[in-house]
């Protein structure tokens, strides 16, 4: 009996799961090595960290079954690791193969849990030679004299005869017999610019815009498709559509920019394994047929135009199509490794009516990115137009001033008799109307026998980065705030962060690096990032410049073509990469580049000061925004190069380069002193113009002395506070106001200026209608209305008043601390994060007696700082029991902080410290019981 209970008490209490590899769940088609795989821990007790891990991977499920490793047993290795554990196997993996793995840990009690699920991984193409036969096919030639790799901001100067051939969009199609049972089928597919894979007539995944877009005259990407259980004993039908993407940009309707590489083509190789244990490669290649397809004009400008009588998925027989030209390139291919980008989201229409020109409007009540889904009825050869928009004109028209013009969505109906479905495949734009131009909704008079539309959807396009962070509170403005920037950042995340869903769609940097926080409280952005690197890279010009935008598909003139303040993503982004998610992968792989870029830096400095580029973009000043109005160039582009210099100093640190930190530090001195000389005077305490970018970025980054610091918070404080507490800082100097201000214990300032409807911010845009984050703090309509630039609120929503931060010196969340700021008259809030050891939540609120309450949860193998608002131990409790002091208190600032474990946690304080700020702004009406909870206070002799 005693051995049977002592073998219960040793019995697991916790388990592995949502097991990764390479950020990734049973992911194909890999390139990458070595590879690295990650699990999380559920675990029921507090405290809990991994003492040792086992990991097996095998090349067949039956190995792995029988717990034999014969690729790689790690055996039981001590380590507290999970996040990105390196597969130490060699060369043994190869092309095309998938493997199998599981893992188990033990706890710091020497127990074993019980092995993980077990998971899988599929190697790609390792080497170009394993595309085999394979060749580039097209529908026509390119047009050598006509390829622009880096385009043309405009057409000018005659050059519209010779730029951008209308090339025809074209439709591959091959059959193939499967003969006996399969065992696997994976196709890997290059389409540039964009590609659909239909089989039997039925479009392959859920994926939209394949493959994400590049730098074409450099590298394309290709996609791996595991269609095992798609293809059917006997006649089968592959089908391929393109579109023209970035690749090739027609000269017709909207253009931002014209550039061309040439005629879209594919490169395919679908290799079968059947169950006898033999091979078949299918490859793309002069066996093929292709025709032009329905797909009449492709634009990623201008729209996209169908004509439905012409659809032959698979229908068509290929003798009536023609042979295809096989092109010569010679393009790297690499894997797509990003989140694809899919529907999110379909939104139905909110109102219909007929404006002033007699067209109707469809008013889907969001802004958003995305297509359009109609389904009609129509007789043959009727064209409809379809014009989304952003905003309405006066006379209730579409208004695509701002966001391109025209762009169009242009559909030619079958007239088959049916009802008759459709949406672009190779476009897309920001919109929250569509006027319908030769077409009326079902049931409205129809005297001129017009196609009726049955249903017209919104389709939300977007990458599908999963979700990770969740925000809620008492206060609505904040929540609408969180709704109107996740809209934006869900809008402009594609295949490269762009600027706007619609005129531009492209890969302005700056956005990169100081959104990329909120970014990644909200999404999980591991997979995404190292696409936005290689991108950088792939546009790194040979003097180490790293442009604005990337893909560089044009060089803009006006300093827009290079400014520090966007460039320098490629040093701070792959640092912050590594705080977040623990992967120093990209910082080793682009550590020689981006010293390079340093060193591009340093080049254009004047005694270490760098003056030049865009500076604090759209800032409000006395002017219309555009270029820094109340800040110099010359301020924040050298405080952005000491920042630069301070983090590859740390990078430096981390990869053992200790005589290159060492270099770096001696330069962040350099700079920091040249730059108190330029832009502060110490007699006054005023630096440059006092504006609140320039106090705020020296704050943030600490280039003046602490002495000084109290000044310069002062004034900027002083500045937003003369204003009615309005702010004035723009693209780049937001951020770091918000910062600055969290970082200094003034998130009641933050609250002050974010809270208002009446002057130019968030609630200005909302007051004026906006549903998605606007260009401008001015929400003007000459501008775009769907851009994330100014979003940067979105991190003080979970750092400060969510309360869940990183501890300092920690990555991947290893370290956090729970810290939420009471403020004005919020009353409570609950954020979530999922972290790479798992959730993290805190929610406070002030209960009806006067108490504060604080939840918390810690994943397991982490642990926390938690912080309360009190001095006073006697008053707290966790779930109920009195908490004690011990080692793991600590006070600070008036604050009780608690070192703990994983686990679940709630801590009540029967008494906190409020402060006279917030006390004079609650709104004691949206408390329950006012008495209960503020009477305690006047006993203690609080004015109210």
């Known amino acids: 009996m005693f051995l049977f209970i002592a073998a219960v008490c040793q019995a697991a209490t916790f388990s592995l799961y949502d097991l990764t590899c390479e950020q990734e769940v049973n992911p194909i088609g890999l390139d990458t090595h070595p590879l690295s795989v990650s699990w999380k821990i559920f675990a029921t007790e507090r405290g809990f960290v991994q003492s040792a891990y086992r990991i097996l991977v095998a090349d067949n499920h039956e190995a792995l079954s029988a717990g034999k490793g014969n690729i790689w047993d790690s055996g039981k290795t001590s380590s507290e690791q999970s996040v990105l554990v390196a597969l130490q196997t060699g060369g043994k993996l190869k092309s095309f193969r ?122 394309a990407l290709y996609v791996s498709f595991d269609i095992t259980d798609k293809l059917k004993q006997g006649e089968n039908a592959l089908c391929i559509m393109l579109g023209n993407g970035f690749y090739n940009m027609p000269k017709e309707r909207y253009l931002k920019l014209v550039s061309s590489f040439g005629a879209p083509k594919m490169k395919m190789l679908l290799r079968l394994e059947f169950e006898d244990g033999k091979t078949e490669e299918i490859v793309s290649d002069a066996s093929w047929r292709v025709t032009e397809s329905p797909i009449t004009f492709s634009s990623i400008f201008g729209g996209e135009d169908y004509d439905a009588r012409r659809e032959q998925h698979g229908r068509m027989e290929e003798k009536n199509m023609q042979k295809p030209v096989v092109a010569d390139n010679n393009i790297v291919l690499k894997s797509m490794r990003a989140t694809p980008l899919t529907v999110h989201s379909s939104l139905q229409p909110v109102k219909i009516f007929k404006n002033s020109k007699g067209f109707w409007i469809y008013d889907f009540g969001q802004n958003a990115s995305g297509i359009i889904n109609v389904s009609l009825q129509s007789a043959e050869g009727k064209k409809i137009t379809f014009r989304p928009a952003e905003l309405l004109n006066p006379d209730s028209t579409v208004n695509q001033s701002a966001t391109g013009q025209p762009f169009e969505f242009n559909y030619t109906a079958s007239g088959s008799g049916e009802t008759e479905t459709w949406q672009p495949q190779f476009t897309y734009y920001g919109f929250r109307y569509v006027q319908v131009e030769g077409a009326v909704p079902q049931g409205a008079e129809n005297h001129d026998a017009l196609p009726k539309i049955m249903s017209l959807q919104s389709l939300h396009t977007c990458n599908s980065a999963p979700e990770t962070g969740s925000f809620v509170c008492s206060k609505p403005i904040f929540n609408q705030i969180h709704t109107l920037i996740d809209w934006a950042i869900r809008s402009n995340m594609a295949s490269v962060l762009t600027d706007c869903p619609h005129r531009e769609k492209l890969g302005w940097l700056e956005q990169a690096h100081l959104m990329q926080f909120s970014l990644q409280y909200r999404y999980n952005l591991a997979r995404l990032y190292p696409k936005i690197m290689n991108d950088m890279l792939l546009s790194q010009r040979d003097n180490g410049c790293i442009p604005t935008i990337a893909p560089e598909y044009v060089r803009f003139a006006n300093g827009f073509e290079d400014t520090p303040e966007w460039g320098s993503s490629f040093i701070i982004s792959p640092w912050y990469i590594y705080q977040w998610y623990g992967d120093r992968r990209l910082l080793e792989e682009y550590y020689p580049a981006m010293q390079k870029y340093l060193d591009y830096l340093t080049s254009r400095a004047e005694n270490h000061i760098v003056a030049y580029g865009l500076g604090d973009w759209f800032d409000i000043g006395p002017k219309r925004p555009g270029y820094a109005q109340l800040t110099s160039n010359a301020l924040s582009a050298t405080a952005i190069y000491y920042y630069d210099v301070t983090v590859m100093q740390q990078i430096a640190s981390l990869l053992g380069k200790t005589q290159d930190a060492a270099k770096y530090q001696t330069l962040a001195s350099e700079i920091k002193d040249a730059f108190v000389r330029k832009f502060y005077d110490v007699s006054t305490g005023v630096i440059e113009r006092n504006s609140q970018t320039a106090n705020a970025m020296a704050l943030y980054m600490g280039l003046v002395d602490d002495v000084s610091r109290s000044k310069l918070l002062k004034n900027l404080i002083d500045d937003i506070q003369s204003r009615g507490n309005a702010l004035t800082a723009g693209d780049v100097g937001y951020r770091y106001v918000l910062r600055a201000l969290e970082e200094s214990g003034r998130s009641d300032v933050i609250y002050d200026m974010n809270t208002r409807y009446d002057v130019p911010g968030y609630g200005w845009m909302l007051a004026h209608g906006a549903t998605a984050l606007t260009e401008s703090w001015q929400a003007y309509g000459f501008v775009s209305n769907n851009h994330f630039m100014l979003g940067h609120l979105m991190e003080w929503l979970y750092s400060g008043l969510g309360g869940i931060r990183q501890a300092s010196g920690s990555s991947a969340f290893r370290h956090i601390v729970i810290d939420p700021q009471i403020v004005g008259d919020v009353t409570n809030a609950c954020t979530s994060y999922e972290s790479p050891y798992g959730t993290i939540r805190c929610a406070w609120s002030l209960t009806p007696d006067g108490k504060y309450s604080l939840e918390a949860t810690i994943p397991p193998n982490t642990d926390a700082e938690i912080v309360l608002p009190t001095d006073d131990i006697t008053t707290v409790t966790d779930f109920g029991t009195p908490v004690t002091p011990d080692k793991t208190l600590s006070f600070s600032g008036k604050k009780l902080r608690f070192k703990v474990g994983s686990g679940n946690y709630r801590f009540v304080c029967n008494s906190f410290l409020y402060n006279a700020s917030f006390l004079s702004r609650t709104n004691f009406s949206s408390l329950p019981d006012f008495k209960t909870i503020f009477n305690p206070l006047l006993k203690r002799g609080i004015t109210l």
């Open 98 to 219: 998938r493997y199998y793995w599981k893992a188990m840990i033990w706890d710091n009690h020497g127990v074993a849990s019980d092995w993980s699920v077990v998971q899988s991984f599929s190697m790609g193409l390792l080497s170009a030679s394993d595309w085999g036969k394979a060749v580039w096919i097209a529908l026509e030639a390119d047009v050598k004299d006509e390829i622009f790799p880096l385009g043309f901001e405009s057409i000018k100067n005659g050059l519209e005869k010779r730029i951008a051939p209308d090339y025809k969009m074209p439709l591959f199609r091959r059959s193939l017999t499967v003969g006996k049972e399969l065992k696997s089928a994976v196709a890997y597919i290059a389409g540039v610019g964009h590609f659909d894979l239909f089989l039997n007539g039925n479009k392959v995944g859920n994926h939209f815009l394949d493959a994400g877009w590049t730098k074409y005259d450099k590298q």
